[in-house]
């Protein structure tokens, strides 16, 4: 079993939509949660960063974790035909920089 | 302040040769990781350097390699390529050890090996 497990989809959903992408993880030692933004051929983009339960706000973007569940999710509100991406959620534990990832999600907004 | 900047950005090699993939971080930041994705795997994590020492290593043979100089640019050496290789290789810094400092990627360099 891996230790951060996500639907790789392909999720297609209509501009205006709320999206949610979502990951579950077993580590119970992983402290900082993330979620970056890949588009084709590119680099992944931090998009938020998280370090305890609860939602964070940013703009168009809600991230939420629940520690206790060990489950992360993505919100985008207003979803644009630009966010058309693949998702992914980083984790990591309190010790060195090394990321864990979740296999993304591909998503695209359709006009 | 400019991004992660990687060199080159392509890469087409033979089974059998080495190869070595540069990154130069964010201006100060100190720590250098290096990650593989491939569509099977997606993105794993390969080794993270601070201060010129390898502070982490993932689950990788000891083909991959790398190396980080004073001025915090780092390099990966893949030697004996193999054709399951070829992967988009990325880099992230991060301004120190760790803890809650983000990383930046940067654009990647695809190594395509036949």
């Known amino acids: 079993q891996k230790e951060v497990e996500q639907d790789p989809g392909p999720l297609s959903v209509p501009e205006g939509a709320i999206v949610s992408l979502n990951c579950t993880y077993s580590?119970?030692?992983?402290?900082?949660f993330m979620w970056y933004r890949q588009y084709s051929r590119k680099g992944p983009e931090l998009l938020m960063y998280t370090y305890s339960s609860g939602n964070k706000e940013d703009g168009r973007f809600t991230a939420q974790v629940d520690k206790s569940s060990k489950y992360i999710s993505l919100f985008i509100r207003d979803s644009q035909p630009s966010d058309s991406a693949t998702y992914l959620c980083?984790?990591?534990?309190?010790?060195?920089?090394?990321?864990?990832f979740g296999t993304g999600t591909q998503l695209k907004v359709e006009l | 302040k400019a991004g992660v900047t990687q060199t080159p950005r392509y890469l087409i090699k033979t089974r059998g040769q080495q190869v070595t993939l540069s990154c130069s971080p964010i201006?100060?930041?100190?720590?250098v990781s290096w990650y593989q994705q491939t569509p099977g795997q997606g993105l794993q994590f390969l080794f993270e350097?601070?201060?010129?020492?390898?502070?982490n290593k993932g689950n990788f043979p000891g083909r991959f390699s790398g190396r980080q100089f004073s001025n915090s640019r780092s390099e990966m050496n893949v030697s004996t390529l193999e054709l399951g290789d070829s992967a988009l290789y990325l880099c992230?810094?991060?301004?120190?050890?760790?803890?809650?400092?983000?990383?930046?990627f940067g654009p990647g360099t695809r190594l395509t090996v036949l």
């Open positions: 980083a984790l990591k534990t309190g010790g060195g920089n090394k990321l864990t």
């Open positions: 350097y601070f201060s010129e020492t390898q502070r």
């Open positions: 992230a810094s991060t301004s120190w050890a760790g803890g809650s400092d983000e990383q930046f």
């Open positions: 201006s100060g930041h100190r720590s």
């Open positions: 580590n119970s030692a992983f402290q900082y």
